[in-house]
């Protein structure tokens, strides 16, 4: 089954009752029993709901793994990742980090004796003088958030197998319609749904997908055990979103190539972030790993200050200044002071994201008014 089919079908049966072509809400929290253990496969909607299941059978398919799992967010899919580790486990994770995933890393579980480690993964040889016995979990972004750096998932991977060592993919910036992290190698799969998956910015919520059905049983356990679950209603439109993700995708990977192409003559800007460019480091890699290069595009200003990049994110109109990414509409954002404002300046320096860098997320909008926008921003 092709992917355009696969996010339309996979895993969605019509409801058998009524016949249904959608979905439905099952806006329950408990199942009636024959007799105790004899059930129709659900007893509680914490461990399963069927309308979660279906949402977690299609990303499974979508990303070619065996066991889809559904949370309440993004951050409580990578939580439960976390959880399969013990102390004194150390993560190995890229500089570049999205903002929440370094504070869950380095404010929460290192008070429980699980360290992390933040290195640049450009190189993929480089990482070795930082791999440890103690290292358990390597945690890759790409491209990451929000200088759109490209890792070598496959060179990744293969470093960490010969060490015994799991490997995690946050795909949220391409989606499973750009790029496949477990048939390259990885273990599992992260996605912060909120963003492309649903890409209607009316839920939040994530998903992970297992390689194998063995580590799928140990994340549905930590699932369950600590509860961490979207409802019913956050699940069904998820799985209404996830029916035109390679519709919505191709054409805001079309308008942000067309944005790229315009804003290199911008005399105010420094330098762009995108993988689409063929100066950008790792190109190549992206253009073997990616089907296309994706919708998010970071820029930096000549005038590196906060004032310069304020000067232009608010005066956009089309482009709403807000948190988030992904979503039909276009979104515009200064990543020092929004999403990565819990990284320490002189480390967001250190890994390049300066003061002046803005990332937009570019939506499905006709191209002419987007590009129209940002001129009358930038003027």
């Given at each position: 089954?092709?992917?355009?089919?696969?996010t339309?079908?996979?895993?969605v049966?019509?409801?058998?009752?009524?016949?249904?072509?959608?979905?439905?809400?099952?806006?329950?929290?408990?199942?009636?029993?024959?007799?105790?253990?004899?059930?129709?496969?659900?007893?509680?909607s914490?461990?399963?709901?069927?309308?979660?299941?279906?949402?977690?059978d299609?990303?499974?398919?979508?990303?070619?793994?065996?066991?889809?799992?559904?949370?309440?967010?993004?951050l409580?899919?990578?939580?439960?990742?976390?959880?399969?580790?013990?102390?004194?486990?150390?993560v190995?994770?890229?500089?570049?980090?999205?903002?929440?995933?370094y504070?869950?890393?380095r404010?929460?579980?290192?008070?429980?004796?699980?360290?992390?480690?933040?290195?640049?993964?450009?190189?993929?040889?480089?990482?070795?003088?930082?791999?440890?016995?103690?290292?358990?979990?390597?945690?890759?972004?790409?491209?990451?958030?929000?200088?759109?750096?490209?890792?070598?998932?496959?060179?990744?991977?293969?470093?960490?197998?010969?060490?015994?060592?799991?490997?995690?993919?946050?795909?949220t910036?391409?989606?499973?319609?750009?790029?496949?992290?477990?048939?390259?190698?990885?273990?599992?799969?992260?996605?912060?749904?909120?963003?492309y998956?649903?890409?209607?910015?009316?839920?939040?919520?994530?998903?992970?997908?297992?390689?194998?059905?063995?580590?799928?049983?140990?994340?549905?356990?930590?699932?369950?055990?600590?509860?961490?679950?979207?409802g019913?209603?956050?699940?069904?439109?998820?799985?209404?979103?996830?029916?035109?993700?390679?519709?919505?995708?191709?054409?805001?990977?079309?308008?942000?190539?067309?944005?790229?192409?315009?804003?290199?003559?911008?005399?105010?800007?420094?330098?762009?972030?995108?993988?689409?460019?063929?100066?950008?480091p790792?190109?190549?890699?992206?253009?073997?790993?990616?089907?296309?290069?994706?919708?998010?595009?970071?820029?930096?200003?000549?005038?590196?200050?906060?004032?310069?990049?304020?000067?232009?994110?608010?005066?956009?109109?089309?482009?709403?200044?807000?948190?988030?990414?992904?979503?039909?509409?276009?979104?515009?954002?200064?990543?020092?002071?929004?999403t990565?404002?819990s990284?320490?300046?002189?480390?967001?320096?250190?890994?390049?994201?300066?003061?002046?860098?803005?990332?937009?997320?570019?939506?499905?909008?006709?191209?002419?008014?987007?590009?129209?926008?940002?001129?009358?921003?930038?003027?």
């Amino acid at each position: 089954m092709k992917f355009e089919t696969k996010t339309i079908h996979a895993g969605v049966h019509p409801d058998p009752s009524t016949g249904a072509i959608m979905t439905p809400i099952f806006q329950t929290s408990t199942y009636i029993q024959a007799s105790p253990g004899d059930h129709k496969g659900f007893e509680y909607s914490r461990t399963q709901n069927p309308t979660r299941k279906v949402l977690e059978d299609n990303i499974a398919a979508l990303e070619n793994g065996e066991r889809g799992l559904a949370f309440g967010s993004g951050l409580a899919a990578m939580d439960a990742v976390i959880k399969l580790l013990s102390p004194g486990d150390e993560v190995l994770s890229t500089n570049d980090l999205y903002g929440g995933s370094y504070r869950l890393l380095r404010k929460v579980f290192e008070k429980f004796g699980i360290r992390s480690t933040f290195v640049p993964m450009s190189n993929p040889e480089a990482i070795r003088p930082f791999i440890t016995s103690r290292t358990k979990l390597i945690w890759i972004e790409t491209p990451t958030n929000p200088l759109l750096n490209i890792i070598d998932i496959k060179a990744i991977c293969a470093i960490a197998k010969e060490q015994g060592i799991l490997t995690v993919v946050d795909n949220t910036f391409a989606s499973p319609y750009l790029q496949n992290p477990l048939d390259l190698g990885a273990d599992i799969v992260l996605h912060s749904a909120t963003k492309y998956i649903n890409g209607h910015s009316d839920v939040v919520l994530g998903l992970l997908v297992a390689k194998t059905e063995k580590l799928g049983e140990e994340l549905a356990f930590i699932q369950n055990s600590t509860g961490a679950v979207p409802g019913p209603m956050d699940s069904f439109l998820t799985i209404r979103g996830v029916k035109t993700l390679h519709i919505r995708m191709q054409r805001a990977c079309e308008n942000a190539a067309k944005i790229v192409a315009h804003l290199q003559s911008n005399p105010k800007i420094n330098k762009i972030y995108w993988p689409g460019l063929s100066t950008h480091p790792n190109h190549e890699i992206a253009a073997q790993q990616m089907r296309d290069f994706g919708a998010m595009i970071s820029f930096d200003l000549k005038d590196d200050t906060f004032e310069a990049a304020n000067a232009i994110i608010e005066n956009t109109h089309l482009f709403s200044l807000a948190e988030s990414l992904g979503g039909v509409e276009s979104l515009i954002g200064h990543p020092a002071s929004m999403t990565h404002a819990s990284i320490p300046r002189e480390e967001r320096l250190k890994a390049g994201l300066h003061d002046s860098l803005i990332r937009l997320s570019v939506g499905i909008e006709h191209i002419d008014d987007l590009i129209a926008d940002l001129d009358r921003a930038m003027a």
